[in-house]
């Protein structure tokens, strides 16, 4: 079993940065990749980025490479999210993820535990 618990959200302006964390319980941490994914209103959960469970990989949807930076710290159990030049169409409900059977992928279904999510609005 993992537990995973998200902070860090809130309302920012278009341009501006957030850093969301992921505090990760139970499992070795260590052991598994990490994603992260979003949902807007009305609109389908969808991959934003993962982690491998080192560190050495990372994967981005093409609508924040660039912009964003995933990244972990194994000893403090917990992965980042880093969130700069944001945009509107950024706003969504972030969700973190941990997958336990590969390395990291950009498939929703490829997860088996979830954290319950954090709210990001960013103004224009």
């Known amino acids: 079993q993992v537990q995973l618990v998200e902070s860090g959200g809130g309302l920012v302006q278009a341009g501006g940065s957030l850093r969301l964390s992921c505090a990760a319980s139970?499992?070795?941490?260590?052991?598994?990749?990490m994603g992260w994914f979003r949902q807007a209103p009305g609109k389908e959960r969808g991959f934003v980025a993962a982690?491998?469970?080192?560190?050495?990989?990372?994967y981005y949807a093409d609508s924040v490479k660039g912009r964003f930076t995933i990244s972990r710290d194994n000893a403090k159990n917990t992965v980042y999210l880093h969130m700069n030049s944001l945009k509107p169409e950024d706003t969504a409900v972030y969700y973190c993820?941990?997958?336990?059977?590969?390395?990291?992928?950009?498939?929703?279904?490829?997860?088996?535990?979830w954290g319950q999510g954090t709210q990001v609005t960013v103004s224009s």
């Open positions: 139970g499992r070795t941490f260590s052991s598994y990749a």
């Open positions: 993820a941990a997958d336990i059977n590969s390395s990291g992928s950009r498939r929703a279904g490829s997860y088996d535990y």
């Open positions: 982690i491998s469970w080192s560190g050495s990989s990372t």
